[in-house]
Nanobody, 124 residues
Framework: QVQPVESGGRLVQAGGSLSLSCVLS??????????MGWFRQAPGKEREFVAA????????VYADSVAGRFTISKDNRKETLSLQMTSLKPEDTAVYYC???????????????WGQGTQVTVSS
């Protein structure tokens, strides 16, 4: 089974920048084959879509709330999914989850492979 593992979450000041990474653990998979994405969940809130990218790393999509501030990338050589976050706001505070194996049906429909999450806290 494929198991995403996120890293990079930490406390940052509003207006600052932070980069998250996701790698895949598992014995039988090919990283480059997966569409992948990022979701986040704040306390007491539903999990929400942040960004996703096609398997080849060529076509990113973003939630309106992060468009222009966040950049998703997929490096199939390094086998790493990244989320570069800039101009961070307190409302970006959440646990960020990596997802692998989703499909495209208008929006990104997440696959069954979820990471444990990494905490991002943005302070004023």
């Amino acid at each position: 089974q494929v198991q995403p593992v996120e890293s990079g979450g930490r406390l940052v000041q509003a207006g600052g920048s932070l980069s998250l990474s996701c790698v895949l653990s598992g014995r039988i998979f090919t990283f480059r084959d997966y569409n992948m994405g990022w979701f986040r969940q704040a306390p007491g809130k539903e999990r929400e879509f942040v960004a996703a990218i096609t398997w080849d790393g060529q076509s990113p999509v973003y939630a309106d709330s992060v468009a222009g501030r966040f950049t998703i990338s997929k490096d199939n050589r390094k086998e790493t999914l990244s989320l570069q976050m800039t101009s961070l706001k307190p409302e970006d505070t959440a646990v960020y989850y990596c997802n692998a194996g989703g499909r495209w049906s208008g929006d990104y429909v997440p696959g069954v492979h979820w990471g444990q999450g990494t905490q991002v806290t943005v302070s004023s």
